[in-house]
Nanobody, 121 residues
Framework: QVQLVESGGGLVQPGGSLRLSCAAS????????MAWYRQAPGKQREMVAS???????YYVDSVKGRFTISRDNAKNTWYLQMNSLKPEDTDVYYC???????????????WGQGTQVTVSS
C-alpha cells in the first residue's frame, strides 16, 4: 500500500514563505512524476508544479519565479518552496505522484490528503 503524507501548510502573511513536504511510503519501485496541485472551494484542481524523474519541471504561470519544486530521492520526498506568497495563493494544496510498485507494474497516480495554505494579513 502506498501512502502520501503532506506537511508544512499554515497561515502566512503576504510576502511570506512556506515549504510544503510530501513523503511517499510503502511499496515503491520508482516515482516517475512528482507534482503539486491546489484547489479552492468550488473550483477545479489546478496543477501548480511538477518534476519528472529526469528533472524536467513545470510551473503554472502564476507561480513562476516564486515557487520551486524539488525532491529528495533517498527519502521519496518532494517539496514545494513557496516564496513571495500572495492572498490568491490561498488554497488546499495536494501532492501527487505517478509511480510504479514493481519493475513491470503499470504506473498509477496517488494523492496526498491535502494541506491548507492561507495567505492573509
Amino acid at each position: 500500500q502506498v501512502q502520501l503524507v503532506e506537511s508544512g501548510g499554515g497561515l502566512v502573511q503576504p510576502g511570506g514563505s512556506l515549504r510544503l513536504s510530501c513523503a511517499a511510503s510503502g511499496n515503491i519501485f520508482s516515482i516517475n512524476v512528482m507534482a503539486w496541485y491546489r484547489q479552492a472551494p468550488g473550483k477545479q484542481r489546478e496543477m501548480v508544479a511538477s518534476l519528472t524523474s529526469g528533472t524536467s519541471t513545470y510551473y503554472v504561470d502564476s507561480v513562476k519565479g516564486r515557487f520551486t519544486i524539488s525532491r529528495d530521492n533517498a527519502k521519496n520526498t518532494w517539496y514545494l518552496q513557496m516564496n513571495s506568497l500572495k492572498p490568491e495563493d490561498t488554497d488546499v494544496y495536494y501532492c501527487n505522484a505517478d509511480l510504479q510498485t514493481g519493475w513491470n507494474s503499470p504506473t498509477f497516480r496517488y494523492w496526498g490528503q491535502g494541506t491548507q495554505v492561507t495567505v492573509s494579513s
